[in-house]
């Protein structure tokens, strides 16, 4: 018995190796609607014999029940695993499935085609290195085509298979074929995509899936799998890129061990190698590696390591350590390509999150520069981007962080952007290059500071931030504050919603966007009256609960009063001293917030003054009260 078992054991050792050593091709399926991505990986998985005997039957029930393809077996049911994608008959979310044949391993994402779900889209490609676009023959190439094909090509991905599907349909034309192929193949020389393999196919029949289609004798080309055994995987980019390594956590499980662990990102180190740690710039040496079995001399891209340093240096989360020879740039400025991929617009001036490897960081878009049609390419002028639409900006960081460009570095250049106020993911993006502005600008040291300022004031500055409806008594209340402070001796100074809008924001109108600017800008004056040692009195509705935050963040911990001036809005429209609710309900003024525009209330205001059971007098009293108490 243990004779056979030792023959066993022989016998499987080389295969073992052998299905350990296989190359990993990881590609994406994409295209439009129904032009049949599901189908062709459900052939993939089946032909490949990779599906269990219960697979294979529940595949049979589903056929019957819920498949599109009469008495024969609905592939896309192997891939359409959500219940609604059944029922609607489209992917929605990104399905991923693993296959092997007896040349390589496989991990196929498949995107939705649906214009809602391109966000989807963009998750599966992120990490591919092949994209097969399909293309329905009855139909030729539709906006999606493009679409998803520029983004293809923003994401680094260079390999695309063209999948002319459903030929079956269309008699097994050549004609169509070569047409489809000559119309695809302008349009991806303008997008940089050159290199391209186009394939006539019938997933649901089989036709150049595995073997070659006698339907198609004049079709010399490889078959779907074939190609995908066989095409050239380059060494990867990263493994020769200089070394990079995000550190994700700082590991110290007792006082006599400190390591950084992290994926490595690029290239690779050795023990004795010289390194930088950014954006700090502090220098060491490398005193060990820890991988999966234990020490190492060395490691290389893609590998989860510990390294010890030589030194004791500060490194934290977020940090990147590269050789000391071969540095990253630090910037907190960029231009960068963004997909967005939430119904709420992006606004430049608004304040986001953006994490690039393990770091996060505060984030808002300078300027859109333009608009990419991707129908057309052409660049068109801008002022936000709505859900899945891609566009060029120049990013403003609340701070610098080490990078690369997206080109060189898909883990050290791209980047996503999360809501502040929700966590929700509403972007991602391509990091460019650092503007040259942001290497000319720097900090100047000033010996007359913030402290400086107060102490000859014999004050504590503060910023006392006013919100509310138009009407709810903002100004009236910050008017009286300024009044009583100013008896007091304190120095004060009061910013003016419709008084600043008469100089500094003159330019600015009242679309969302440029509300958002609005207070941006007028933020960024409170804090340098801030700096001067002023108490400083701001009195905007400031609709929007993300800019106020931003605000407060700009003024810095303790140093911010939100209060929430609140009045019912028909009782701020009865009082209307303005007459500005009058025009709005005619239609005379577009976007008033109440009316046609939203307004977002504190909710956890520092103060909270209800104008119908207060009196300004009393408000105000109530404001310096809190204010000489801080």
């Not at 489209?90 to 399905?95: G, N």
């Not at 570095?409 to 952007?417: E, H």
């Amino acid at each position: 018995m243990n004779a056979i078992s030792e023959q066993l054991s022989d016998d499987l050792k080389p295969y073992l190796e052998q299905q350990q050593n296989k190359q990993l091709l990881r590609f994406i399926t994409c295209g439009s609607v129904d032009d049949g991505k599901s189908t062709l990986i459900g052939r993939l998985l089946y032909e490949s014999k990779v599906l269990f005997e219960d697979q294979l039957g529940q595949l049979e029930a589903d056929s019957k029940k819920l498949g599109t393809q009469g008495d024969e077996l609905d592939f896309a049911l192997l891939v359409d695993g959500l219940a609604a994608e059944r029922e609607q008959g489209i992917t929605i979310d990104v399905a991923y499935r693993f296959f092997a044949t007896d040349k390589r391993k496989f991990i196929v994402a498949d995107t939705p085609g649906h214009e809602q779900y391109t966000r989807n889209m963009v998750t599966g490609a992120s990490t591919a290195d092949l994209a097969v676009i399909l293309i329905d023959a009855r139909q030729g190439m539709l906006v999606q085509t493009r679409r998803h094909s520029y983004l293809v090509s923003l994401l680094g991905i260079r390999k695309v298979v063209l999948a002319v599907n459903k030929l079956d349909l269309m008699n097994y034309s050549q004609e169509v074929f070569e047409r489809i192929e000559a119309d695809y193949r302008a349009f991806a020389e303008q997008i940089g995509l050159t290199d391209i393999q186009c394939i006539p196919l019938s997933a649901l029949r089989g036709d150049n899936m595995l073997e070659a289609s006698p339907n198609t004798p004049w079709y010399k080309g490889p078959t779907l799998l074939q190609y995908l055994e066989n095409v050239p995987l380059q060494a990867s980019q990263q493994s020769q890129a200089a070394f990079r390594l995000p550190v994700q956590w700082v590991n110290r499980p007792n006082l006599d061990f400190r390591g950084y662990s992290g994926n490595i990102a690029a290239g690779n180190i050795r023990v004795g190698e010289r390194i930088r740690v950014l954006p700090s710039g502090q220098q060491s040496v490398v005193t060990g590696i820890l991988g999966a079995g234990g020490e190492q001399a060395q490691a290389v891209c893609g590998q989860a390591v510990t390294l010890t340093l030589e030194d004791e240096i500060d490194i934290s989360r977020g940090d990147l350590i590269a050789l000391a020879d071969a540095p990253p740039m630090v910037a907190d400025q960029f231009e960068a390509t963004l997909v967005w991929m939430d119904e709420e617009a992006m606004l430049p001036g608004r304040p986001y999150l953006m994490k690039i490897g393990s770091r996060t960081v505060g984030m808002s878009c300078a300027n859109l520069k333009y608009r990419v049609d991707v129908n057309t390419l052409e660049h068109l002028a801008a002022r936000t981007l709505d859900l899945n639409e891609i566009g060029v900006c120049n990013l403003n960081l609340d701070r610098s962080i080490a990078f690369d460009a997206y080109a060189d570095n898909r883990d050290t250049g791209g980047f996503i952007i999360i809501d502040r106020l929700n966590n929700r993911t509403v972007g991602a993006g391509m990091l460019h290059f650092a503007l040259r502005r942001a290497q000319n600008v720097h900090w100047q040291a000033i010996d007359v500071n913030r402290q400086a300022h107060a102490e000859l004031k014999g004050q504590t500055p503060r910023v006392l931030w006013f919100t509310g409806l138009s009407g709810a008594g903002k100004s009236t209340i910050a008017n009286l504050v300024e009044r009583k402070l100013h008896t007091l001796g304190r120095h004060t100074y009061l910013l003016d919603g419709d008084n600043v809008r008469h100089g500094l924001n003159r330019d600015l109108g009242f679309t969302e966007a440029d509300r958002v600017e609005n207070i941006r800008r007028v933020a960024e004056v409170a804090k340098l009256m801030l700096d001067a040692g002023l108490i400083t009195l701001v009195s905007f509705i400031s609709p929007f609960r993300a800019e106020r935050d931003m605000a407060r963040n700009l003024a810095g911990e303790g140093n911010f009063l939100e209060i929430y001036i609140d009045a019912p809005l028909e009782v701020a429209e009865q009082r209307d001293p303005k007459g500005l609710y009058q025009k709005a309900r005619r239609g005379e003024l577009k976007n008033f917030t109440g009316i046609d525009s939203p307004y977002e209330p504190p909710v956890a205001p520092d103060i909270h003054i209800d104008t119908q059971r207060e009196s300004p007098e009393t408000a105000a009293e109530r404001i310096v009260e809190r204010l000489l108490r801080m």
